[in-house]
Structures are given as C-alpha cells and as structure tokens.
C-alpha cells in the first residue's frame, strides 16, 4: 500500500473492541488509540472518531452506582437510559486520554433523520468542517435517546453506517473500521479455521457480500454485514475504507503509513458534487424505491427516470425524498430525488410521458426522478 499524505481521516471504533465483559470500559485500549490518534493528528491529518461504547459505560456506571438498580435489555427503553447514562462517561474517557495528548475534543451525537433533510445534512458538513479547521477532534456517536435505530439493529449498525454518512458528508479521504477482528475473511475465523483473508476488495461483488456474517458477540450492533453497507457507501463517496483490529499494535499509524493491514475498500471514482453526496444517505435513509426494466436501467445512466421503465415501487414515500433506484434483480443501482410520491408513481409506472398528466392529481413533469437529482452506483 502506497504511504498516505496528509489527509481527512474518519475512524469509527466499535464496542466490543473498548469494552471488557459487556460492562466495563478498557482504559488501557482507550488510551492507546487515543495516543495513536493524537499522533497522526501532530502530522498533520484531521481526524474525526465516531465512537461506540455508550451502553456498555452506562452499565459500569449503574453497577458502581447502585447493584440494586435493575435494568432489563430486553426492553428498548431500558438501552436507551443505558446510553443516556453511559455517554458522559465514554466522553470523560476520551477527553482524559486526549488531554493527556493536549488535543482538544467535540462531543456531537447524530440520528440518521440528521443526514435526510439536504439543511441537516449541509448543517453536519458545515459544523464538522468548522471543527476540523480549528484543530478540534469531534467524537461522534448515534443519538440512541432520540434516535433508536442503532439499539434495533435498524440503521447504522454499530455506528458503520454512521461513519461512512460522516465520511460523505466532509469529504473524507479514508474511513477505517477499527474492531476486535483483523479483516474480512471468507467466512467467520472464529468458526471456520480455514477461512481466509480478503487483503483487497475492488469491486463489492455478490460473493463479497455473501462473506458477510451477523455480529458475533453481544456487545456491539453490527457485524461483516453492517461493515460491507458502510463500505458500499464509501467507496461510491470515493472513500477508501478499511476493516482492522484495534488491537493490533499501532494498527491505525501502520494503515497510515501504508503497511499492510487489515482488508482495504478501494474507492471508486465517484461525482465531488456536494448534492449527489447527499443523494448518496439514501442507503441509510431511503424510505422506498423503484424497480426498473432492462431498457430503464441502461437508459438511467445517461437520462432522467421516467414513468415507462418502472416495473415497480416499494415502501411508502413523499414527493422530495430520497428513494433507492433499482434494477429487475432488485438490486440497488443509484438513488434519487422522487418528484412524485410512491402512490403516485404506483399510478403512473409503466406510462407514456404523454399520459401522466391525465392521472396524477398535480402534475410535477414528465420525470420520475430528474437527471440533475440523481447519482448511479453501478
């Protein structure tokens, strides 16, 4: 791997890899990627961390506070007081070891409905932006008391997802997912034996994506499969992404520095334009889509998305929100801006331009989706 100059780095650090017995926060884990961050930092790199843990803190502190105090995590609300609880003292962590560095740290803490609107998503890049300008580390997090997607297992997966959206969102160079499992391997080396390392991944094929496994342990959300999505969103941000093992010595300096670790994402050209970098949440925030014929899918790539392609729509969305763009294999290929809602375009799929007029109750053009408000993944 090539030496990286000085760069905008995101690194996402997962639960399982700060935490010990489901319950305790690893000080010592903290304090070695935080002296590892600081130092990349002296050289010149920004770097924001989006980091887990804030469920596992609110149990260490519940269980030095009161043993009596019953919580019960099967109750999603129960999670929630838990991460209400925990954050401040994952925060108190982090600014410990970072102080220790003399950096200065940010706390912001993100619900996948921040990144919908085109305001919230410009209003992230805006601030984040402001932050790194004036030397500050931001630590981000998923809003787990307003937002409860991540405790479900709904929506970014352990804060993967969540990283590659803060990737897009200020131009990130490179996101690196730092856990307790070195790479990608054929399949799960803690089962298999003879599962093998994935050093490069072009191209996120079918096959790629089938190595992907559910979480093995029970601290964390994610798994392989939320680290796959986060990569499918960085390397068509034109982010490189790696997966990593925080414990491995020095594991972010040597990524850095262009050794050879972990499983590398490589990025794909990708439009800078800051519209289809917001157009790009819709893996994480679309509420729907539209399946395309043969003709529409090959026609897409060079045209606005009309009424005539369209086999079929699915969800449940509102004129101006981001909808999934797929092709007969259901497979997703780009996403957009819909002009009509998905009644609407349920009534209109399969249509001459001519005729749309005549069906929809206010008629907003001949196009579906406009070519300016659209960006293809294939």
Known sequence: ME?????????????????????????????????????????????????????????????????????????????????????????????????????????????????????????????LNELLSVNIIPIINENDVVSTDELEDKAYGDNDRLSAMVANAVDADVLILLGTIDALYTSDPNINKSAKKIKVVDNISEEIISYAKGPSDSIGSGGMTSKIQAANIAVNSGIDMFIASGYEEKSITKIISGQDVGTKFVAKESPNESRKRWLMTGYSSSKGGVILDDGATQAIKNSSLLPAGILEVSGHFSRGDIIAIKNKAKKNIGWGIANYSSQEISKIKGMKTKDVGDVVDKNYGSEVIHRNNLVITI
């Not at 070891?97 to 209003?123: H, P, V």
């Open 3 to 127: 030496n990286l100059e000085k760069k905008r780095i995101i690194i996402k650090i997962g639960s399982n890899l700060i935490t010990e017995n489901e319950s305790i926060l690893n000080d010592s884990v903290i304090k070695d990627l935080c002296a590892q961050i600081s130092d990349i930092h002296d050289k010149g790199f920004q770097v924001i961390v989006v980091s887990s843990g804030a469920v596992a803190a609110g149990r260490q502190y519940l269980g030095h506070l009161n043993k009596q105090i019953k919580i019960n995590e099967s109750y999603l609300i129960h999670k929630q007081v838990l991460a209400s609880i925990g954050q401040p003292l994952l925060m108190k962590a982090y600014e410990k070891f970072f102080s220790n560095n003399l950096k200065g740290i940010s706390q912001a803490l993100l619900s996948r409905e921040d990144f919908e609107s085109r305001s919230g998503y410009l209003n992230i890049r805006n601030t």
